[in-house]
């Protein structure tokens, strides 16, 4: 089993700034897991944000492209969304996801889920 469990959300004004964090633990979780971030707004589908493979090769949706940074703490256990320029539009809950596969950006690649972190971003 693995457990993700998210923290970081809150509100803020557009243009400022939110650091997500996802802590991993289990006996089954690996440090070779690729992770990810996903978002889920109001009355829409869960989409990708960003990726993070074992080797810190990383990618991103266009939307946060330029803002977001994906990162993975020196143990490899923790999971980190560093959100810049933050805009109304990346109101969402943010969710954790973890893979034993390789880096993707499919949901349905990934086993192992957080329980959500809220972030609102007001105008």
């Known amino acids: 089993q693995v457990q993700l469990v998210e923290s970081g959300g809150g509100l803020v004004q557009a243009g400022g700034s939110l650091r997500l964090s996802c802590a991993a633990s289990g006996r089954t979780y690996s440090s070779t897991y690729a992770m990810a971030w996903f978002r889920q707004a109001p009355g829409k589908e869960r989409e990708f944000v960003a990726a993070i493979s074992r080797n810190s090769n990383t990618d991103y949706a266009d939307s946060v492209k330029g803002r977001f940074t994906i990162s993975r703490g020196n143990a490899k256990n923790t999971l980190y969304l560093q959100m810049n320029s933050l805009k109304p539009e990346d109101t969402a809950v943010y969710y954790c996801?973890?893979?034993?596969?390789?880096?993707?950006?499919?949901?349905?690649?990934?086993?192992?889920w957080g329980q959500g972190t809220q972030v609102t971003v007001s105008s």
């Open positions: 996801a973890a893979t034993a596969l390789t880096i993707s950006t499919m949901r349905r690649e990934y086993d192992y």
